[in-house]
Nanobody, 124 residues
Framework: QVQLVESGGGMVQAGGSLRLSCAAS????????MGWFRQAPGKEREFVGA????????YYVDSVKGRFTISRDNAKSTVYLRMNSLKPEDTAVYYC?????????????????WGQGTQVTVSS
């Protein structure tokens, strides 16, 4: 069983930055596809980005390209989401997730394990 714990959320003004971390335990982190999703109030959970097990392939939703950066440190069993130039519409609970394969990295069903989420609030 894999446990995922996100941290780093908070409140920031528009244009600011945050870095989220997701620490994994209980599994072979280096073998997992790691994804970031978010859910705003009243909206469905949305794919933000993902990184393959090797880190060679990283994917982003169009709305965050050029502003968000995903990275992973397999030695620390941690994946990061660096968020720059934050906008009020980025306000959401952010979740990290772990899964196998990468054929449908944008879909929630690709992932077997989920963290509890961390709140990000961007004020205008």
């Amino acid at each position: 069983q894999v446990q995922l714990v996100e941290s780093g959320g908070g409140m920031v003004q528009a244009g600011g930055s945050l870095r989220l971390s997701c620490a994994a335990s209980g599994g072979t982190f280096s073998s997992y596809l790691m994804g970031w999703f978010r859910q705003a109030p009243g909206k469905e959970r949305e794919f933000v980005g993902a990184v393959t097990w090797s880190g060679d392939n990283i994917y982003y939703v169009d709305s965050v390209k050029g502003r968000f950066t995903i990275s992973r440190d397999n030695a620390k069993s941690t994946v990061y989401l660096r968020m720059n130039s934050l906008k009020p519409e980025d306000t959401a609970v952010y979740y990290c997730a772990a899964g196998y394969g990468s054929s449908r990295y944008w879909g929630s069903s690709q992932y077997d394990y989920w963290g509890q989420g961390t709140q990000v609030t961007v004020s205008s």
